[in-house]
Structure formats: structure tokens, C-alpha cells
């Protein structure tokens, strides 16, 4: 008998599919599994721990990047997005990856060395995107980029998994910090915040009309699970509710809070108040946002910065996911994409 590592027996689970995260082997090795990833993706679904990029061609005709260009990809994820753009940004060109989650920009940028984009085509720092200035001068890029990309959903990863505490559907510790090793998680946030602190945030982080209600009911609770929260925000609702609707209403509750507990709103009035100063002239960004909040701020934005003559053109409407991308990434459906050239 050959001598070798011993047999590896596939991992068991109850019934003839897995259902748990950790279970989905297959879809967490996708250079072993393609054909069992691309039956994932035909069903209309994201393999678990993976991403699929957004309006992709719509991205790239808007950033329209070219051989020798600099990029700035300010919420990497997974890096859908930013391994299309390194092809064509080369030869030459350099690619800035940026992401406040310590855990998904270590294993991205392993994915993308692994694809032959070494060092001089791609930097990675572990940053939130507010903090963009400082990044460009870290890497020496002071007189700014070609073109910027925020993507500003939460990545499939992040959702996916339940120890992130992301998802409503799934047993996990109600965290949702994007980067895991600091703030406070949405427990500790919620434990702490008074009915009229959390009003504020149902309303600004998901326009949502039960507001007051759901913050009386809600606000200085100890809840430790996903599970629990979602059933305290179902008990919080009147009676008169269908299920459709309290189904929308936990969604905006948990997007709220997830919104919150990041300081993304801040974050994304940071990262606007210096964009003009980090495109060079006829630069172009492109951002796609998941939730009215972000996309009026985006808006309001670029309005301005038109009318104070710091961009030569913006979009006037949103662009959305086309009937073809959403049958196959229904993850696509809340998307919206604005985008802007800096004058020149």
C-alpha cells in the first residue's frame, strides 16, 4: 500500500443537502466545486462565503479604466469589482484596496495575489473608507486616483455567516460590526441606547414608520442572538400586520441597527467631504447604494458639488440591475448606482 496522508471522509450533515454555514464545504472551495457553485448561481442564489459583484458592466463602462490608471476600490469585500478593474488597468496601472473588515480584506487579498496581481498592481490597507486621505498618502498617491469605487452593501460573506450576526435568518450573536475587534456590538448598543436614540436611528437608517413603537418596546433590552432580537421586534408589532409586513419590518430594524452600530452614515458624510480633493481632474467615481439614507446623501452630494463646479458631470438618475442580472442575483434588487467626473 502507498504511504500517504490518510483518507479525508467528507463532512456529514443532516438530510440530503447542507444547510449550516460552516456545512457548505463545496461552496467555501470553489477552485474544487465550480460545477457545484455554478448550480448555486443558476438557482438564483450567492455560494455561501462568496460575493457577486454588482451592475458590473455598468461599473465599468461609467469608471471606464485604462492600462496605467490609478483605482481606488474603498470597500473591497470580496473583490469582485476590483479583479476586474486590475485587468484593465494593466499594464501599469495600480489598484488601492480599502476595507475596515480585518477578516474578509486578509483572505481578498490572498485571492488576488493568488490570481497574479502582485504588489505593484495591488495595495491593500485594513481602513474604513472614511479614512480614504490618509490611505493615498500612506501609499504616496498625494496629487489623488483615476477613479474610485464604493460599493456600500454588506457583503454576502459578512451576511452569510452567522457568527457575524448579521442575518435575521440564521442563529448568530447580535454583533454586526464590520470590523469585529472594535465599537460595540449590537447587543452592547442597543442594551445602552434610550427609546429616543434608537427612534432616530429606525428613522434615519431605514425610514421606518413604526419607529416610536418599536423603540419603546426595544430600547435598553439585553438580547444576545439574532434569533431573539427578531422575535422581540415581532412581539413589539400590531396585530394587524401580515406577514409580508413584519417580515419588512424586522429587515429595516436590523438595517437600522447594523447602520448604527458602524457609524456608516457619518463614515460616508467623512468619505464625501474629501472626494473632489482625491480625484484628479476628469477623475471618475462610481457608488452603488442599498438603502435611500445612503443614495440622498449621494445625491445631495453631487448635486452641490456640480452647482460649486468641483464635477463636470453627474448622473442624474439612478442606475439599476437589469431584469436579467436580478433573476440571477436577486441580491442586486435594492441597488442603486450614481456616479460623477471631477472637473478638470
Known amino acids: 500500500m502507498e504511504s500517504g496522508e490518510p483518507h479525508q471522509r467528507r463532512p456529514?450533515?443532516?438530510?440530503?443537502?447542507?444547510r449550516r454555514f460552516e456545512e457548505k464545504y463545496k461552496e467555501h472551495d470553489p477552485n474544487r466545486y465550480q460545477e457545484t457553485l455554478a448550480k448555486v448561481r443558476a438557482r438564483g442564489k450567492t455560494p455561501a462565503g462568496q460575493h457577486v459583484p454588482i451592475l458590473v458592466d455598468e461599473i465599468l463602462a461609467t469608471l471606464k479604466p485604462a492600462p496605467g490608471e490609478r483605482a481606488v476600490d474603498a470597500t473591497l469585500g470580496f473583490g469582485g469589482h476590483a479583479e476586474l478593474l486590475l485587468h484593465r488597468l494593466q499594464p501599469g496601472g495600480s489598484l488601492l484596496g480599502l476595507d475596515r473588515d480585518p477578516l474578509e480584506i486578509e483572505?481578498?487579498?490572498?485571492?488576488?495575489?493568488?490570481?497574479?496581481?502582485?504588489?505593484?498592481?495591488?495595495?491593500?490597507?485594513?481602513?474604513?473608507?472614511?479614512?480614504?486621505?490618509?490611505?493615498?498618502?500612506?501609499?504616496?498617491?498625494?496629487?489623488?486616483?483615476?477613479?474610485?469605487l464604493v460599493d456600500l452593501g454588506v457583503s454576502s460573506m459578512q451576511i452569510d455567516n452567522p457568527a457575524r450576526g448579521f442575518s435575521f435568518k440564521l442563529e448568530g450573536p447580535l454583533d454586526m460590526r464590520m470590523n469585529p475587534q472594535r465599537g460595540l456590538s449590537a447587543r452592547e448598543w442597543l442594551r445602552r441606547a434610550d427609546a429616543a436614540k434608537l427612534e432616530r436611528a429606525l428613522t434615519d437608517g431605514s425610514d421606518e414608520p413604526l419607529a416610536g413603537s418599536l423603540a419603546q418596546a426595544l430600547a435598553g433590552q439585553d438580547l444576545n442572538s439574532t434569533t431573539q432580537l427578531a422575535q422581540a421586534i415581532r412581539a413589539a408589532l400590531p396585530r394587524y400586520l401580515d406577514e409580508e409586513n413584519?417580515?419588512?419590518?424586522?429587515?429595516?430594524?436590523?438595517?437600522?441597527?447594523?447602520?448604527?452600530?458602524?457609524?456608516?452614515?457619518?463614515?460616508?458624510?467623512?468619505?464625501?467631504?474629501?472626494?473632489?480633493?482625491?480625484?484628479?481632474?476628469?477623475?471618475?467615481?462610481?457608488?452603488?447604494?442599498?438603502?435611500s439614507g445612503e443614495d440622498r446623501r449621494i445625491k445631495r452630494h453631487f448635486k452641490q458639488g456640480l452647482a460649486d463646479q468641483l464635477y463636470a458631470e453627474i448622473s442624474h438618475d439612478v442606475v439599476r440591475a437589469s431584469a436579467a442580472e436580478l433573476h440571477s442575483n436577486p441580491r442586486a434588487s435594492s441597488a442603486k448606482l450614481r456616479w460623477a467626473v471631477r472637473a478638470g
Open 12 to 18: 456529514r450533515y443532516r438530510g440530503k443537502n447542507p
Open 107 to 148: 483572505r481578498t487579498t490572498k485571492r488576488l495575489r493568488a490570481l497574479g496581481f502582485g504588489e505593484e498592481a495591488l495595495r491593500t490597507q485594513c481602513i474604513n473608507f472614511a479614512g480614504i486621505g490618509k490611505a493615498l498618502h500612506e501609499v504616496g498617491w498625494q496629487d489623488g486616483v483615476d477613479l474610485v
Open 246 to 291: 413584519a417580515m419588512l419590518t424586522v429587515r429595516r430594524v436590523f438595517q437600522a441597527l447594523r447602520i448604527a452600530v458602524n457609524e456608516e452614515f457619518s463614515a460616508l458624510d467623512a468619505f464625501l467631504a474629501q472626494l473632489p480633493s482625491v480625484l484628479r481632474p476628469a477623475g471618475r467615481v462610481a457608488i452603488l447604494t442599498f438603502h
